[in-house]
């Protein structure tokens, strides 16, 4: 008798154990991106750092911008702090893939493509598409219809290079903004992209800069959102939360004038 009471007694513990791991495996199975940034205390953003009025570093050495503001604002609604980390721009999303920081604030378009990889919020900012040239435009561009066989300075993963490529127009890559200009002004490329606000912040920067607006693509606007990994819902809900209560507030509007001197949180094409 007491040997099966003993039997008992040690089927019953190892029963216990198995269930003990079996709810610790599943209560680390539940924990997901939204919960390990909450432990973690802050909201890790990748920028470039090199980009303003989005995301610069100031003369005191101090992360500032439109991105900047955004992402400290979404940090606060999450209910922790927020740690900038400066990359390459071909580099930003990669670094979503690799964890390396928690999401990117630093106008991100929303293309398709991006979209395969990636969830987005919902946009919170909207800038218009320009095709910048060396002034006196030289080259002859009035229209798409004039890009074929013209060298673009971009970025490869740029939200329009793929589209440049499919107009016959050629890749020529840089890194950040001052190289795109300068590529153009020397003539390594016949143009570049550059956003209403990015070309106003450059040329109040470099008045002397030899660069003038070709046309504007009216048909067309960068929907401007913040990514995260796929599948990571409740961040995103987090982060969709977050906008709304800025654009509600109209704390979103006032970052936008601040930065850019205008209201740019609507998309001007509904």
């Not at 709810?23 to 997901?32: H, I, L, M, N, P």
């Not at 300068?182 to 109040?204: H, P, R, S």
């Not at 800025?246 to 970052?255: I, Q, T």
Request: net charge negative; proline share 3%; with cysteine.
């Amino acid at each position: 008798m007491k040997k099966r009471i003993t039997i008992l007694m040690a089927l019953l513990m190892i029963m216990a154990l198995f269930a003990g791991c079996s709810k610790k495996e599943e209560s680390e199975t539940a924990k997901d991106q939204l919960d390990a940034i909450r432990e973690a205390g802050k909201l890790v953003v990748g920028i470039e750092g090199t980009y303003p009025p989005f995301n610069f570093v100031d003369d005191n050495g101090n992360y500032a911008g439109y991105d900047v503001d955004v992402a400290t604002a979404v940090a606060e609604h999450i209910g922790v702090g927020v740690e900038f980390v400066m990359a390459e721009w071909d580099a930003l999303l990669v670094g979503i893939d690799s964890k390396r920081w928690d999401t990117v604030i630093a106008d991100v378009t929303a293309t398709d493509e991006r979209r395969e990889k990636y969830d987005f919020s919902e946009p919170y900012l909207f800038t218009g598409r320009q095709v910048v040239v060396k002034t006196g435009n030289e080259v002859g561009l009035h229209s798409l219809d004039d890009i074929k066989g013209k060298k673009v300075a971009t970025n490869a993963t740029n939200s329009w290079a793929s589209k440049l490529e499919a107009l016959g127009a050629e890749i020529v890559p840089i890194d950040n903004t001052d190289q795109c200009a300068q590529a153009v002004i020397n003539g390594t490329a016949d143009f570049c992209m550059f956003n209403n606000i990015v070309m106003g912040e450059y040329l109040k920067n470099h008045p002397e800069a030899e660069l003038e607006v070709a046309f504007v693509i009216e048909t067309d606007v960068n929907e401007v959102s913040i990514p995260c990994r796929k599948g990571e819902e409740r961040l995103l809900a987090e982060f969709n939360a977050a906008l709304q209560e800025l654009r509600a507030s109209g704390k979103l509007a006032e970052l936008s004038e601040k930065w850019f001197y205008d209201d740019l949180t609507n998309n001007p094409l509904n």
